[in-house]
């Protein structure tokens, strides 16, 4: 029997073949689905401490605490909430994978849902495992978002010559206007040539490397992977933090980091 394949039909098969040859290139060589019963000590560890961390921040990472961080339902609950410990009035949580997955380059894909209102600060982002001063040493925000500018998603790069502090950060913005209330997943593609930023695939950002100094560019070396959920702020507070919205969970489906193949 004759078949006959329209152009439209055409377009749509090679656009399927390109995406599987896409996907067949990379390696899966970290992941976490957070389908258990707990918090993976074998991937994960906590950051601990409430000196604001370099930004004023105002809560206390907590370690190996439910009421912080726990895994439901299929999902990491990074939780901050309204309560004293130690010297500060919140708590929170920060998951760090220094320990045990530091590695060099990859495409790191986290599928979350933000919390939201005045004083939230949820992040997903990077460090050089041997971090010596900040920020030469390098820095890759996948996603930031400052509740008081709800559904604006932030990605950024950060070293010695292009940062925040002396006005030459390289960074860019996407709206996500259901950030908060529906899971979307948030990407970094990160090779020796380019930084590249995505939400739902939708590329938003692209940092290149054109200038091949360290001072541009320390991004050639192990870096780990962080979550985490600041409260207040230089800039999660820079409006001010409604308390009364607390506690505010940001949610995690999984985590999954892929190398070329």
């Not at 495409?107 to 460090?127: C, D, F, Q, Y």
């Not at 209330?181 to 940092?207: G, L």
Request: proline share 3%.
């Amino acid at each position: 029997m004759k078949r006959v394949f329209s152009i439209s039909n055409i377009i749509l098969l090679s656009i399927a073949i390109s995406c599987s040859t896409a996907k067949d290139k990379r390696e899966l060589i970290f992941q976490d689905e957070f389908n258990g019963a707990m918090i993976d000590p074998s991937k994960w560890t906590f950051e601990v401490g409430g000196d604001g961390f370099g930004n004023n921040e105002l809560q206390f990472y907590t370690k190996d605490r439910k009421e912080n961080a726990r895994v439901e339902n299929g999902n990491l609950i990074i939780e901050a909430r309204k309560e004293k410990w130690e010297k500060n009035d919140y708590t929170s949580a920060k998951l760090i994978t220094k320990e045990t997955f530091p590695f060099q380059y990859g495409s790191i894909e986290v599928r979350a849902k933000l919390p939201k209102g005045k004083g939230t600060w949820p992040a997903i982002w990077m460090l050089s495992k041997n971090i010596k001063e900040w920020p030469d040493d390098g820095e890759i925000d996948i996603m930031e978002h400052v509740g008081y500018n709800e559904g604006f998603v932030h990605g950024s790069v950060h070293t010695k010559k292009y940062n925040h502090i002396i006005g030459t950060q390289k960074t860019d913005t996407i709206i996500v206007k259901d950030a908060t209330s529906q899971f979307h997943v948030y990407r970094a593609d990160w090779t020796p040539d380019k930084i590249e930023m995505f939400v739902d695939n939708k590329k938003y950002f692209t940092y290149i490397n054109t200038e091949k100094t360290y001072d541009a560019w320390p991004f050639d070396q192990p870096f780990y992977l962080i979550l985490n959920q600041a409260v207040g702020g230089n800039w999660g507070g820079k409006e001010g933090v409604d308390s009364g919205i607390y506690p505010q969970k940001f949610l995690i489906d999984y985590v999954r980091i892929y190398k070329s193949k």
